[in-house]
């Protein structure tokens, strides 16, 4: 056998004219020097290949980031292009800010928001990455029960929201993008529905259910029928889909006994559960990059996003600017490809800031 050699791959080629397919051969001919030439394009062929698949494994970055950073007291929302280091300031309080999302395209965020009462004063706002249109969308009026886990429909037209609810029945919530028309989809006694999730054609929620003593659901609910499905039993927080539908990341680990870190299981009943990274995770946030990779908070760098392959080997962090501690983020890109090839960069065009920036 001879070898060709490219990027640190090799391409075995026999020794004898005989070995090789006829076929491979320069027609009319058999003498080793014509099937060499042939082999041997065949080969660099394949190394290409080989090569080009490599670099695909990289994550595909693209889209907008929205994120919360911490000042002491003050909490702030960025929105960044992806891949850039220039974030535009667009909303900042002295109040606990949280549960960040971006709408599909990428021109309003939808925020919890803790305000003169505490804890128990929590409601959903709305803000244009402008900065302009600053609006409350939920009143649950500040007693017992507390908005949860918001998340955008794929079409952007809509809002899906939980509740944290001591003495009330705990609620899942459609409503349109304002807030107005709320439906709900769901209701049980006093509990919680947290960290939502839109599947991205469309039909399904996924949210998390504590069940009685420290037990926990991830659930699906039909938006069409509000028909319920347990994925798993066994708990999961901050849920994000994949690209395609077929499956969802989330975050365990907080419960006894169980590894700390990011885990994903397919999209349907029964599926086994598998721990994708068990990096030191700061674990408020996750989203897919694209088909084969997830982003994720990490104490390793509190002002950066980190990145996973579904095999467990981090990427390079994403450097978006921050100049603080990142509380939460999300990831909307318009673009994402549902398998990693044939993503394109999308950008904030001629969006702008509002007048308070950075």
């Known amino acids: 056998m001879a070898a060709v050699a490219t990027g640190g791959h090799s391409c075995r080629l026999p020794t004898k004219v005989g070995a090789f397919p006829r076929h491979m051969m320069t027609a009319g001919s058999t003498g080793r020097g014509a099937w060499r030439v042939r082999a041997t394009t065949v080969c660099a062929l394949l190394l290409v290949f080989v090569a080009v698949g490599s670099v695909r494994a990289a994550p595909l970055i693209g889209g907008t980031i929205a994120y919360i950073q911490s000042v002491g007291l003050t909490y702030e929302i960025y ?6 280091r220039n974030p535009r300031r667009v909303w900042r309080e002295n109040n606990p800010v949280t549960g960040v999302k971006l709408s599909p395209d990428g021109r309003t965020v939808v925020f919890e928001s803790s305000r003169e009462r505490g804890f128990w004063d929590t409601e959903l706002y709305v803000v244009d990455v402008d900065g302009t249109e600053h609006a409350q969308i939920t009143d649950f009026g500040g007693e017992s029960e507390i908005p949860s886990g918001p998340t955008w429909s794929p079409d952007g037209s809509r809002l899906a929201y939980g509740s944290y609810a001591m003495l009330s029945d705990a609620t ?3 409503a349109t993008r304002d807030g107005a028309d709320p439906r709900v989809l769901l ?3 006093p509990s919680r529905f947290e960290y939502l999730a839109w ?7 996924a949210y998390y259910m504590p069940t009685a003593g420290f037990g926990a659901h991830i659930m699906l609910i039909s938006v069409a029928s509000g028909e319920t499905t347990s994925l798993t ?18 975050v365990r680990g907080m419960g006894v006994g169980q590894t700390r870190g990011v885990y994903a299981l397919k999209a349907q009943p029964g599926a086994d559960v598998r721990l994708v990274t068990q990096a030191e995770m700061d674990s408020s946030s996750l989203s897919w990059v694209d088909a084969r990779h997830i982003a994720y908070l990490s104490v390793a760098d509190f002002q950066k996003i980190h990145i996973t392959d579904l095999a467990g080997k981090a990427q390079t962090p994403l450097d978006v600017g921050a100049t603080a501690r990142l509380v939460a983020f999300d990831w909307v890109d318009p673009a994402r490809a549902v398998e990693p090839g044939g993503k394109v960069a999308t950008t904030l065009g001629n969006l702008k800031a509002g007048v308070d920036l950075q």
């Open 172 to 174: 899942l919530t459609v």
């Open 233 to 250: 039993s066994e708990g999961g927080i901050y849920i994000a889909w994949a690209p395609d539908g077929t499956q969802l990341a989330f």
């Open 79 to 84: 929105i960044v292009e992806a891949g850039s």
């Open 187 to 189: 209701r049980t006694p």
């Open 199 to 205: 599947s991205p054609r469309g039909a399904a929620i």
